[in-house]
């Protein structure tokens, strides 16, 4: 089975809010991560902090939701709850709910690559989406942080020519992707 996994439990403190309900291009930022895995086979979407305020502000689709309550101890936290809500997948697609450029076509050129893992560069910088598959799925016990799986070898796939990368952490970051 194929899913995705999109992580959403921060607080937004930079961006002083849920930042996962910013809205982008007519909808919020959330919505554009979910869209991005449309066709995978489960999606489950980690939210943490404000989940029900981010539950009642978008719309999640058949997106399963998963509140992971140490969303405050990191990536590596929200990675746990959702591989293990994910149990069984063969390969998980994980994106942020923080990035609306990288859509489909991003995702599609990721799940390509041969290996374990593989994560998406642009212009040599390592980004998202990445792609987990079952040996490196099993070890999202040892996650631990805001790290998630850096350190793992990871297969890089240049999507540059396909999106911008920019994250969305600040009131300013916003009005840049708006432009």
Known sequence: ??????????????????????????????????????????????LGARAEEIRAGADLGRAEVVVCADWAEGMGASLRAGLAALAGADEVVVLLADQPNIGRAVVDRVRTAPGDAARATYDGAPGHPVVLRRALIERAGELRGDAGFRGFPMTGVECGDLADPHDIDTQADLEVVRR
């Open 1 to 46: 089975m194929s899913a995705g996994l999109v992580l959403a439990a921060g607080e937004g403190r930079r961006f002083g809010g849920p930042k996962q309900l910013a809205v982008v291009a007519g909808r919020p930022l959330v919505e554009h991560a979910l869209a991005a895995l449309d066709g995978l086979e489960r999606v489950v979407v980690v």
